[in-house]
């Protein structure tokens, strides 16, 4: 039964991400599952909740729906009720992706389980690593900035207006996001993962400097 619901849940998602941003699209889904089900291997938790959440998690952004942080967890809510999970797996699925949402993030909202870390934790290493590399060189270049601007010091933190006028080049995020979110990990699992990761990028971050000061 509940391979079932995972395996339609995948068929939905996929349909759901067809055109989607490459940032968010089926296979940041199918990385962030993977990294779930990672994780799970040595956290104890709710697997169907966890990979249920992973892959519904990003179905509809808020960024593109006025900022309304429900409609991802109306519309997983719906689909779950439809195929037939049971009433609390679906209200549990629902509470984690409203408070792995942006706003969340800002505190406006409190929800903790055991499950939202697995799948938090799941999503932040999908932003770390060599993935999580080529994804801030991906939306950088979507958004037509400066791969890195050495009169631009990296850790200083830029205004949205800066943002704005796309001056904000994109070694500043490795700054002012990537290289923050080992430290923000919730699972044990998570958190060794992430230090690998983490080690990757500032490897990548010296190699990238030594290359831009022409060094060999
Ligand atoms: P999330 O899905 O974790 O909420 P976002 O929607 O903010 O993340 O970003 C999606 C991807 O784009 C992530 O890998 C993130 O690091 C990257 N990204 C977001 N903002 C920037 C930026 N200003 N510069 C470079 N990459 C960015
Ligand atoms: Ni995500």
């Known amino acids: ?36 089900k990672l994780i799970l291997e040595t956290e104890s938790a709710d697997h169907t909740v966890c990979e249920l959440t992973a892959l519904l998690h990003d179905i509809a952004d808020s960024k593109f729906h006025d900022g309304d942080e429900h409609i991802g967890p109306r519309i997983a809510g719906e689909f779950l009720l439809g ?15 409203l408070n792995m949402s942006f706003k969340a993030s800002l505190g406006e909202i409190t929800f903790h389980s055991k499950e939202l870390e697995v799948v ?4 932040r290493l999908d932003a770390i ?8 060189f991906n939306y950088g270049g979507f958004k ?31 700054y002012e996001k990537l290289l923050l979110l080992r ?3 919730n699972t044990a699992a998570g958190k060794a993962i992430a230090a690998e990761r983490h080690q990757f990028m500032e490897l990548f971050l010296q190699q990238f400097y030594g290359e831009w000061n022409g060094e060999r």
Do not use: C
């Open 129 to 136: 690593g060599a993935i999580g590399i080529a994804r801030a």
């Open 144 to 174: 037509n900035r400066e791969i890195y601007n050495p009169e631009i010091p990296v850790e200083e933190q830029l205004t949205k207006e800066a943002y704005k006028n796309t001056k904000a080049p994109t070694l500043n995020h490795f």
């Open 1 to 36: 039964m509940q391979d079932s619901f995972i395996e339609q849940t995948v068929t939905f998602v996929k349909e759901r991400l067809k055109n989607a941003e490459s940032g968010h699209d089926w296979w940041h889904i199918q990385r962030v599952w993977n990294n779930t």
């Open 183 to 185: 430290d923000k990990m």
């Open 120 to 123: 938090q934790d799941a999503d």
């Open 83 to 97: 195929i037939g999970v049971d009433g609390d797996t679906v209200e549990h699925v629902q509470q984690i992706i």
